[in-house]
């Protein structure tokens, strides 16, 4: 078994790159940007074949990986470890080849993943969620109470991990909405990022008692208020697991629109 | 330039490509979208765009793009 090769500079990826990147190919190699950083931290591994190669970034207890298939029957033998990659697609077929090319290597269909997308002119009216009250969190212990709801509520290879010692520089940037009740109780939690001019909406999660009493939307409304910072043409962004109807009807009727834009995470553990 | 502004609308309808200049900075388009216009690029046009040339300059508009079509179609 071939053992993942370091890449030590960025020629070596854009070699890589080069030699993989033929026509004809599949990947899912968005890295770009990130890709320096990646290889100064020492992050970025390579375990490349004859005619496919694939690209693993290690994060917290799992490797995440991006791939070039040039060639459906080359396979690529991974060390073992959890392992989870995304298949990225547009409109409603999932793209069977890679799909068969990665469960040869062992992956699992994890769960799909939609892109929408908001302009404020074209969102519904704000509702009032009465009892419920909702504020940009300002004291660590909150932040770390909304991480630890966060990750306890979603997937960890699909979303993304927030580690607690991320607290306080969320607390920093004013990038978490808590959602408490009228003796202050804590229900929900909302991550927002303002990235170029368009704010995401990166996580929101209600605590189990809560569901299904608002606290999503109120947490929904308090963030486009806190986006709305270009007028009418403020931009609004976000991923929703597309099982989680009540999360998609709620995004839908707000206004938001699909973006023809989704995810097949795949998982090998 | 009709059928690149066809190919940009497939793959992000809603975005105005006439009109964008920051598709980049802005943080209209992303990498995942990047990938898909290259990719959708080279089945098209006949253009393989190398890592080198990503210059996110290359990507602010559908004009830009464009060019950069227009100049590896020359090199070619």
């Known amino acids: ?269 | 330039m009709e059928k690149l502004l066809e190919i940009l609308k497939g793959i992000r309808p809603d975005v105005d490509f006439e009109n964008e200049t920051a598709l980049i900075d802005d943080g209209i388009l992303d990498s995942f979208d990047v990938v898909s216009i290259i990719s959708e690029l080279d089945d098209a046009f006949d253009v393989q765009i190398r890592i080198t040339e990503l210059d996110p300059e290359n990507f602010n508009s559908a004009e830009a793009i464009w060019k950069l079509v227009q100049e590896l179609q020359a090199k070619k």
């Open chain 1, 1 to 269: 078994m071939k053992q993942p090769v370091k890449l030590k500079t960025f020629e070596e990826y854009s070699q890589l790159v080069d030699r993989y990147n033929r026509k004809g190919r599949v990947t899912n190699d968005y890295l770009q940007n990130e890709t320096a950083d990646l290889i100064i931290h020492d992050s970025l591994f390579a375990i490349c074949g004859e005619d496919n190669a694939v690209l693993l970034v290690q994060k917290a207890g799992f490797q995440r990986l991006y791939y070039y298939i040039n060639n459906p029957e080359e396979s690529i033998e991974l060390p073992k470890g959890e392992y989870v990659t995304e298949i990225l697609f547009r409109g409603e077929n999932v793209p069977e080849a890679e799909v068969k090319w990665l469960e040869e290597l062992g992956f699992k269909k994890n769960l799909i993943r939609d892109q929408y997308f908001a302009k404020y002119a074209s969102l519904s009216r704000p509702v009032f969620i009465s009892g419920l009250k909702t504020e940009v969190a300002t004291e660590e212990e909150d932040a770390v109470w909304a991480i630890n709801l966060f990750n306890s509520t979603f997937d960890k290879w699909s979303g993304d991990f927030i580690p607690v010692e991320a607290a306080p520089l969320l607390i920093q940037e004013q990038a978490l909405l808590i959602a408490r009740d009228v003796n202050g109780a804590r229900l929900g939690a909302l991550h927002l990022e303002l990235k170029s001019g368009c704010m995401w909406l990166n996580h929101v999660a209600v605590v189990k008692e809560a569901r299904g009493m608002g606290v999503g939307l109120g947490l929904v409304e308090h963030y486009i208020e806190e986006g709305h910072i270009n007028g009418d043409n403020s931009r609004y962004m976000l991923w929703v697991q597309r099982q989680n109807v009540p999360a998609v009807n709620l995004y839908k009727k707000k206004g938001f629109v699909p973006m023809n834009k989704s995810t097949l995470s795949m998982i090998k553990l």
